[in-house]
């Protein structure tokens, strides 16, 4: 029950927030990683459990799944609401 209270943890906020202010482009596993200075391993989960949540969206080109962030889902629209605030 409590497995993915921990969903919004640095990582996975860090990650969100990071598709959120840039949510018109998508990105790779690896790429994400290098941009948030995390490992590939530690971004596939976060984007994973982000992608299960439906906060973010993947789509398969060619060989490589990329990552964007979900702007129709409501949690992601009033956290890019409170992002261009800050």
Same mark, same amino acid.
């Given at each position: 029950?409590?497995?993915?209270?921990?969903?919004?943890?640095?990582?996975?906020?860090?990650?969100?927030?990071?598709? *959120?202010?840039?949510?018109?482009?998508?990105?790779?596993?690896?790429?994400?990683?290098?941009?948030? =200075? %995390?490992?590939?391993? +530690?971004?596939?989960?976060?984007?994973? +459990?982000? +992608?299960? =949540?439906?906060?973010?969206?993947?789509?398969?080109? *060619?060989?490589?799944?990329?990552?964007?962030?979900? %702007?129709?889902?409501?949690?992601?629209?009033?956290?890019?609401?409170? %992002?261009?605030? =800050?």
């Amino acid at each position: 029950m409590f497995k993915n209270m921990n969903m919004f943890g640095t990582p996975a906020f860090e990650t969100l927030t990071f598709l *959120g202010r840039h949510f018109r482009n998508s990105y790779y596993v690896r790429e994400l990683a290098k941009i948030l =200075s %995390i490992s590939t391993g +530690a971004a596939s989960g976060q984007l994973r +459990a982000l +992608a299960e =949540s439906g906060l973010v969206t993947s789509e398969q080109k *060619g060989r490589t799944l990329l990552f964007r962030a979900s %702007i129709s889902h409501p949690i992601v629209r009033e956290a890019k609401k409170l %992002i261009a605030l =800050s």
